[in-house]
């Protein structure tokens, strides 16, 4: 289990370049597409708020088919997402007894991705899902195995032996940096052993906190009730509350002495601050435009986190990871298909001009 010479990292299917490039595309295409859609006015105007139009000067602008056009391939990206994301994480479980430290690692991270992606396509289809009662439980259901999976999923990668072992490797192919009790080629599965897990890292405390208000957070808007309620808590019962405390506020130290009034400054200043800082955080991210900075973000730090290892690892990675075959182009051409879901969906509203213009010639 333990390796002292060079850490050979065996093959898995989940982790090759193929696999990867390709989930990368999808990703990217789908936060390009509702970028362009955002700044065209393709956009809902229900879905932006004041700091979506004020500040980012965004506008939805009625254009017949276009909206509709967008929701639909929004939909597409939606539902490839979500199946890549339970198909790789499942096909590491399959695998759990043989998989190694750092293609679970792999896995784990482009499962994350694949939620995000699709968490945040919510927030454009969640006036379809709100009315669509069968497609709403569906879609609910596919996010609950998801994120079961990739909660559990997380619990060996939680171990701080876990976090030494991805980065364990020969320096100059001749000396470990760290002592090799465990290094990226040994199998993961040694990680549920609690014997073999040294404390819990920040990191694993970090993911879990993100992806349960991610979760927490979409789940609520999709259901009418819900979110006028978290609203309602959330904006504007403070909203009601605060300005009124730091208007008495300000009277009673307009009214005291001098002396009183300095002294206080600073308290209150503090309140003011933290009120005007809770609103604009809240309606900053209540806008669309902090959906798609999420995601950009969330993509950053997956790539990063899925690029640099893999080339740090290199030298020690068996020979066909990067070979390309017909089992290799099979998940990059089928991972594209929402990408030409899109086009169709675009296509079939451009109007069909050179049709009429042959006519009219033949007329003549």
């Not at 506008?59 to 639909?72: D, H, I, L, Q, V």
């Not at 199998?187 to 405390?205: E, H, K, L, Q």
């Amino acid at each position: 289990m333990h390796l002292r010479s060079r850490a050979h990292v065996s093959h898995h299917k989940a982790d090759s370049a193929q696999v990867i490039l390709a989930f990368l595309v999808t990703a990217y295409a789908t936060l390009l597409f509702t970028v362009c859609a955002y700044w065209a006015g393709l956009v809902p105007d229900e879905l932006l708020n004041a700091v979506d139009k004020k500040i980012f000067r965004a506008k939805s602008e009625r254009r017949p088919g276009w909206s509709e056009a967008f929701r639909e391939g929004i939909r597409a990206f939606s539902d490839q997402q979500i199946v890549t994301g339970i198909a790789l994480i499942a096909s590491a479980y399959a695998t759990l007894n043989t998989i190694s430290v750092y293609h679970w690692r792999t896995v784990v991270y482009l499962a994350w991705m694949s939620s995000n992606v699709h968490l945040t396509t919510l927030t454009v289809l969640r006036r379809m899902l709100r009315t669509n009662s069968a497609a709403r439980t569906l879609r609910l259901t596919g996010m609950l195995v998801l994120l079961v999976l990739l909660v559990l999923a997380l619990v060996p990668t939680s171990s701080i032996n876990f976090s030494k072992a991805a980065t364990n490797v020969p320096y100059a192919h001749a000396w470990y940096v760290q002592n090799p009790s465990f290094t990226p080629a040994d199998p993961a599965v040694c990680f549920w052993n609690r014997r073999y897990m040294d404390g819990i890292s920040t990191d694993s405390v970090l993911s879990y906190i993100l992806l349960g208000c991610n979760y927490l957070w979409k789940v609520t808007s999709l259901f009418t009730n819900t979110h006028k309620a978290a609203r309602k808590t959330l904006r504007e019962r403070p909203a009601r509350v605060f300005p009124r405390l730091i208007r008495k506020a300000a009277l009673w130290r307009g009214s005291r002495h001098r002396a009183v009034y300095l002294i206080t400054a600073w308290p209150y200043s503090l309140l003011v601050g933290l009120y005007v800082l809770y609103v604009a955080v809240f309606d900053f991210f209540e806008s669309f435009a902090a959906s798609m900075a999420i995601l950009f973000v969330s993509l950053v730090w997956g790539t990063l986190n899925l690029i640099i290892p893999r080339a740090f690892l290199r030298p020690y990675m068996e020979g066909d990871e990067d070979h390309w075959n017909f089992g290799q182009y099979l998940p990059l051409l089928l991972l594209l298909l929402p990408v030409m879901s899109v086009v169709e969906e675009f296509s079939g509203t451009l109007p069909l001009r050179l049709p009429i213009c042959l006519l009219s010639q033949q007329g003549k």
